[in-house]
């Protein structure tokens, strides 16, 4: 593990490099306890310099066995070495010259799933950002990009299969039942791009014939016996490579394409070149044992690692305060990709869910950053969701801005121009500037600048001068280390909405330029007047949430009503009924905190009938507009002196009041829904089963709720709706024997399968309530559960730390005293995934002060901690900072 040396990376700090290694051959013999790793790298000096400083290479916890150069030993006396670098102190004066190491690693040992580990005895390596130096030292920077030869060899009984990046070139047997097998990969690669698998796996095979006609085949491996799960994964990669090249013009560029799953892995998946590694949640799937919600994640994942091979492997970054260059932009592409794929409007209210409740709070909290950060001191730590959902936020505006044909025209010339190289955010903008010849120095500022801007907007009508006024300021506040902010370029799409739901035309507008119905902000304050307006129309703002921002505007009751009800942009529909639940859930907290009666509007409980019924919207929109904002996103929303029982008391009576005013309405649309034929995976059966799985929620309330849903888990035929039975029972019901039956009857069922287990432990992670701290001690115990593997710490531990308000927030503090044992003996192993958990405690300073008090105790005990890690003391020291 490496401990803190408390060093700060700058991005002012940057420079290339004395040295580049353009040809890097590796040699494998893998075996658990000793590998040997020899590398053969061919140095040369950066051109123009006449100079021969020493070359330092990266390591990380190496041994050194020998080191060599231009076929020579090295003498002792040339070289220092330690475990984490190697210094040649007076390389060669030629251009070019050869170095060769050997280090010796052990990939049994390696708990921390950086560099080359073991997965249910399988080798598989992950590289990003800095595993590379784990397994031999290199310039292991993403500037330095190198063309690889890797010749692994192993006992055949061991690891039959034996893949790396790139095409396969030759394979034969060795003395003593060892055998080897070379790939090369032609395209030259950061190290972090560096991947290697070998040990005995299932595989699943296809192809794709490009649209150039080549044929590449496809692999997917996984472990023997699931083969059939990775049916729809191979579906959706194939889907993905056809997009990419309708779409962005972008063909597949090897003769293979190998996906592998393993089951301990830190994070999603990983774009190494041609050898894509998988955390097998994000692989495996059928109805048995996946929800909708799975299928849709593994075909996001899939298509976010193929795009990435063009965007972050083909075009990779300079340096890692890029990181969002690559992710922010595939993250974009596989946002419209699923778009594509499903429905478009569905799509990106999840989208801004997903935003709001994970970038929001990071942005408004300790932990806020740029998108493209300044500086860093663990880049473990900025896989973020401000690098990832709002890097793509910030691409999304750059094509409302631009327009989609000059987009693409920008796309194109950033592909043309910087294929093969390591480039920065500058470069991407200036191809959007070139192509469209605006500048875009001002909308830079997304990238500079931390923190969620808010926009303020009055609407004014004036009736003898047809005039519609709004007036509109924005600010951004202020974040760690920034606490001036710049004025920014806005996008903010809208409609002026006519009494019949049509948007109204007007006679022209100024104050603003506006554009393809794009309302573009460059000052701090704007008065917009449209002329020509009759009548006073509602103002739909935002409109598919065009800017990342928070929006404060005054608007009537009357005007929310309507828009919900009738605005023709359906995110802004949504945003509508959205606003007003989530204002009712404010006040009903605070109504219940004061311990007065909680009263609910009927026209609110009415609508949601309302909006529940209407067939013309798609299902799935009606189970998104009735998820009644979580308890997090409302105690986002209230800001601060939160006190996470009375809001869990509030959203609790608006569920109940809602299902009162509409029980036999939504018991006739729950029974309609019922599933005849059989099951497919495809949007609007899975939207079908969102609709009646919410509905199910909501009747849950009522008289008879646990034995409903009971029946519901009872008569389940596929997982979704076995598990949000499951979660009903074990959240609204926990203490009945319906909830015990089905909770030990799906262990019973699912015992031996470690993913669906992991949906058992976040079921009852996410129970609310003050029990739940020790039912999930309890569960640490249990033989399905691990701490070394990161699924099942996130399921169990995670799901606790960020989905389970009361039960972790728990006012005697009981929730965080159990979280801080945990957060220390999961770093012991992984300090990645620890320090992950800890970000669990970012918004500790909203809570009402009593738990405040006991959440900073927490995060200083952490901080007190012997050898904390450099992971863990960064989040830590941020959030207490
Ligand atoms: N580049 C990957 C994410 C990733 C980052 C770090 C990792 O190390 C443990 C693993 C994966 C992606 O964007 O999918
Ligand atoms: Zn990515």
């Given at each position: 593990?490496?401990?803190?040396?408390?060093?700060?990376?700058?991005?002012?700090?940057?420079?290339?490099?004395?040295?580049?290694?353009?040809?890097?051959?590796l040699?494998?013999?893998?075996?658990?306890?000793?590998?040997?790793?020899?590398?053969?790298?061919t140095?040369?000096?950066?051109?123009?310099?006449?100079?021969?400083?020493?070359?330092v290479?990266?390591?990380?916890g190496?041994?050194?066995?020998?080191?060599?150069?231009?076929?020579?030993?090295?003498?002792?006396?040339?070289?220092?070495?330690?475990?984490?670098?190697?210094?040649?102190?007076?390389?060669?004066?030629?251009?070019?010259?050869?170095?060769?190491?050997?280090?010796?690693?052990?990939?049994?040992?390696?708990?921390?799933l950086?560099?080359?580990?073991?997965?249910?005895?399988?080798?598989?390596?992950?590289?990003?950002?800095?595993?590379?130096?784990?397994?031999?030292?290199?310039?292991?920077?993403?500037?330095?990009?190198?063309?690889?030869?890797?010749?692994?060899?192993?006992?055949?009984?061991?690891?039959p299969?034996?893949?790396?990046?790139?095409?396969?070139?030759?394979?034969?047997?060795?003395?003593?039942?060892?055998?080897?097998?070379?790939?090369?990969?032609?395209?030259?690669k950061?190290?972090?791009?560096?991947?290697?698998v070998?040990?005995?796996?299932?595989?699943?095979?296809?192809?794709?014939?490009?649209?150039?006609?080549?044929?590449?085949?496809?692999?997917?491996?996984?472990?023997?016996?699931?083969?059939?799960?990775?049916?729809?994964?191979?579906?959706?990669?194939?889907?993905?490579?056809?997009?990419?090249?309708?779409?962005?013009?972008?063909?597949?560029d090897?003769?293979?394409?190998?996906?592998?799953?393993?089951?301990?892995?830190?994070?999603?998946?990983?774009?190494n070149?041609?050898?894509?590694?998988?955390?097998?949640?994000?692989?495996?799937?059928?109805?048995?044992?996946?929800?909708?919600?799975?299928?849709?994640?593994?075909?996001?994942?899939?298509?976010?690692?193929?795009?990435?091979?063009?965007?972050?492997?083909?075009?990779?970054?300079?340096?890692?305060?890029?990181?969002?260059l690559?992710e922010?932009l595939?993250?974009?592409?596989?946002?419209?990709?699923?778009?594509?794929q499903?429905?478009?409007?569905?799509?990106?209210?999840?989208?801004?869910?997903?935003?709001?409740?994970?970038?929001?709070?990071?942005?408004?909290?300790?932990?806020?950053?740029?998108?493209?950060?300044?500086?860093?001191?663990?880049?473990?730590?900025?896989?973020?969701?401000?690098?990832?959902?709002?890097?793509?936020?910030?691409?999304?505006?750059?094509?409302?801005?631009?327009?989609?044909?000059?987009?693409?025209?920008?796309?194109?010339?950033?592909?043309?121009?910087?294929?093969?190289?390591?480039?920065?955010?500058?470069?991407?903008?200036?191809?959007?500037?070139?192509?469209?010849?605006?500048?875009?120095?001002?909308?830079?500022?997304?990238?500079?600048?931390?923190?969620?801007?808010?926009?303020?907007?009055?609407?004014?009508?004036?009736?003898?001068?047809?005039?519609?006024?709004?007036?509109?300021?924005?600010?951004?506040?202020?974040?760690?280390?920034?606490?001036?902010?710049?004025?920014?370029?806005?996008?903010?799409?809208?409609?002026?909405?006519?009494?019949?739901?049509?948007?109204?035309?007007?006679?022209?507008?100024?104050?603003?330029?506006?554009?393809?119905?794009?309302l573009?902000?460059h000052?701090?304050?704007?008065?917009?007047?449209?002329?020509?307006?009759k009548?006073?129309?509602?103002?739909?703002?935002?409109?598919?949430?065009?800017?990342?921002?928070?929006?404060?505007?005054?608007?009537?009751?009357?005007?929310?009503?309507?828009?919900?009800?009738?605005?023709?942009?359906?995110?802004?529909?949504?945003?509508?009924?959205?606003?007003?639940?989530?204002?009712?859930?404010?006040?009903?907290?605070?109504?219940?905190?004061?311990?007065?009666?909680?009263?609910?509007?009927?026209?609110?409980?009415?609508?949601?009938?309302?909006i529940?019924?209407?067939?013309?919207?798609?299902?799935?929109?009606?189970?998104?507009?009735?998820?009644?904002?979580?308890?997090?996103?409302?105690?986002?929303?209230?800001?601060?002196?939160?006190?996470?029982?009375?809001?869990?008391?509030?959203?609790?009576?608006?569920?109940?009041?809602?299902?009162?005013?509409?029980?036999?309405?939504?018991?006739?649309?729950?029974?309609?829904?019922?599933?005849?034929?059989?099951?497919?995976?495809?949007?609007?059966?899975?939207?079908?089963?969102?609709?009646?799985?919410?509905?199910?929620?909501?009747?849950?309330?009522?008289?008879?709720?646990?034995?409903?849903?009971?029946?519901?888990?009872?008569?389940?035929?596929?997982?979704?709706?076995?598990?949000?039975?499951?979660?009903?029972?074990?959240?609204?019901?926990?203490?009945?024997?319906?909830?015990?039956?089905?909770?030990?009857?799906?262990?019973?069922?699912?015992?031996?399968?470690?993913?669906?287990?992991?949906?058992?432990?976040?079921?009852?992670?996410?129970?609310?309530?003050?029990?739940?701290?020790?039912?999930?001690?309890?569960?640490?115990?249990?033989?399905?559960?691990?701490?070394?593997?990161?699924?099942?710490?996130?399921?169990?531990?995670?799901?606790?730390?960020?989905?389970?308000?009361?039960?972790?927030?728990?006012?005697?503090?009981?929730?965080?005293?159990?979280?801080?044992?945990?957060?220390?003996?999961?770093?012991?192993?992984?300090?990645?995934?620890?320090?992950?958990?800890?970000?669990?405690?970012?918004?500790?300073?909203?809570?009402?002060?009593?738990?405040?008090?006991?959440?900073?105790?927490?995060?200083?005990?952490?901080?007190?901690?012997?050898?904390?890690?450099?992971?863990?003391?960064?989040?830590?020291?941020?959030?207490?900072?």
């Amino acid at each position: 593990m490496r401990t803190d040396t408390g060093q700060v990376f700058r991005l002012e700090d940057y420079r290339p490099s004395d040295y580049l290694i353009p040809l890097t051959g590796l040699t494998f013999r893998l075996s658990p306890d000793g590998t040997s790793v020899v590398s053969e790298l061919t140095v040369e000096r950066r051109s123009g310099s006449t100079e021969n400083p020493p070359l330092v290479l990266d390591g990380d916890g190496l041994v050194l066995k020998r080191v060599e150069i231009d076929g020579t030993s090295l003498d002792p006396a040339a070289y220092e070495s330690t475990p984490d670098r190697l210094t040649i102190k007076t390389p060669p004066a030629t251009q070019q010259f050869r170095v060769l190491i050997e280090t010796e690693i052990a990939p049994s040992k390696n708990q921390a799933l950086m560099g080359l580990y073991r997965s249910n005895n399988v080798y598989c390596t992950q590289c990003e950002a800095e595993g590379f130096r784990r397994i031999t030292y290199f310039l292991d920077r993403p500037d330095i990009l190198s063309v690889y030869t890797v010749r692994i060899e192993a006992r055949r009984d061991e690891a039959p299969l034996l893949l790396a990046n790139g095409n396969p070139v030759e394979r034969g047997d060795l003395a003593d039942g060892w055998h080897y097998a070379i790939w090369h990969d032609p395209f030259p690669k950061p190290s972090y791009l560096f991947a290697l698998v070998a040990g005995d796996l299932g595989r699943v095979a296809d192809s794709f014939v490009t649209v150039s006609g080549r044929e590449v085949e496809l692999g997917i491996y996984v472990e023997h016996g699931k083969e059939r799960l990775a049916a729809y994964a191979m579906d959706a990669l194939k889907r993905s490579m056809r997009w990419d090249e309708e779409v962005f013009g972008r063909e597949y560029d090897l003769d293979v394409f190998n996906i592998v799953a393993v089951s301990d892995f830190n994070m999603g998946a990983m774009e190494n070149k041609g050898l894509n590694i998988f955390n097998d949640k994000y692989v495996l799937a059928d109805e048995e044992t996946a929800t909708d919600t799975d299928f849709a994640n593994i075909e996001a994942i899939i298509a976010h690692e193929y795009f990435h091979n063009w965007t972050g492997n083909r075009i990779t970054c300079r340096d890692w305060f890029q990181l969002c260059l690559k992710e922010g932009l595939t993250v974009f592409r596989d946002h419209e990709f699923s778009a594509d794929q499903r429905s478009r409007s569905v799509k990106r209210i999840a989208e801004v869910r997903t935003l709001r409740a994970h970038q929001f709070p990071e942005d408004q909290g300790p932990l806020a950053h740029p998108v493209r950060p300044r500086r860093y001191r663990e880049i473990n730590n900025f896989y973020t969701a401000t690098v990832y959902e709002k890097g793509s936020e910030v691409v999304r505006m750059i094509r409302t801005i631009l327009g989609k044909a000059t987009f693409r025209k920008g796309m194109d010339l950033y592909f043309e121009r910087h294929d093969g190289e390591a480039a920065t955010i500058e470069d991407f903008l200036k191809v959007f500037e070139d192509v469209s010849g605006r500048d875009l120095s001002q909308f830079a500022l997304w990238y500079h600048q931390a923190g969620t801007p808010n926009v303020t907007v009055a609407a004014s009508h004036d009736a003898s001068s047809q005039q519609f006024t709004l007036e509109i300021e924005q600010s951004v506040p202020p974040t760690p280390s920034e606490s001036r902010k710049r004025v920014m370029h806005i996008p903010l799409a809208f409609g002026l909405v006519g009494p019949d739901g049509k948007d109204i035309a007007y006679d022209s507008v100024e104050g603003a330029t506006v554009e393809d119905d794009v309302l573009h902000l460059h000052k701090r304050r704007h008065t917009v007047r449209f002329s020509g307006v009759k009548e006073r129309p509602a103002i739909s703002l935002n409109r598919g949430f065009s800017a990342p921002i928070t929006l404060s505007i005054e608007q009537s009751a009357q005007d929310q009503y309507f828009l919900a009800r009738h605005d023709s942009d359906a995110f802004s529909r949504w945003q509508a009924f959205n606003t007003l639940l989530t204002e009712t859930l404010i006040s009903a907290f605070r109504q219940s905190r004061g311990g007065k009666p909680i009263e609910f509007s009927t026209d609110l409980l009415e609508l949601a009938g309302t909006i529940a019924a209407d067939e013309t919207l798609e299902h799935a929109f009606r189970a998104l507009a009735l998820t009644l904002p979580s308890e997090a996103d409302i105690a986002r929303e209230a800001a601060s002196n939160i006190d996470p029982d009375a809001i869990l008391a509030g959203r609790e009576a608006l569920m109940a009041a809602i299902a009162q005013a509409n029980a036999d309405l939504f018991t006739k649309l729950y029974h309609d829904l019922s599933s005849d034929g059989a099951f497919s995976p495809d949007a609007a059966s899975a939207g079908r089963r969102a609709l009646r799985n919410v509905l199910l929620d909501y009747l849950s309330t009522l008289p008879n709720g646990a034995a409903l849903a009971a029946t519901h888990f009872a008569e389940a035929t596929n997982m979704t709706d076995r598990a949000a039975a499951l979660t009903v029972l074990a959240h609204r019901h926990i203490d009945t024997p319906e909830a015990k039956e089905a909770l030990t009857g799906f262990e019973a069922r699912y015992r031996s399968d470690a993913l669906v287990m992991d949906k058992w432990f976040q079921i009852q992670a996410s129970a609310p309530g003050a029990g739940t701290v020790d039912r999930v001690k309890k569960l640490t115990t249990h033989p399905a559960f691990a701490l070394a593997n990161p699924n099942r710490v996130r399921s169990l531990i995670g799901t606790f730390a960020t989905l389970n308000q009361t039960g972790f927030h728990r006012a005697d503090g009981a929730g965080y005293e159990f979280f801080v044992e945990t957060v220390l003996s999961v770093e012991k192993r992984n300090p990645q995934v620890a320090a992950r958990l800890a970000t669990a405690l970012r918004s500790w300073r909203s809570l009402e002060p009593r738990r405040q008090a006991k959440a900073r105790e927490a995060l200083v005990t952490i901080s007190r901690a012997e050898n904390l890690s450099a992971d863990l003391r960064d989040i830590v020291e941020r959030t207490l900072a």
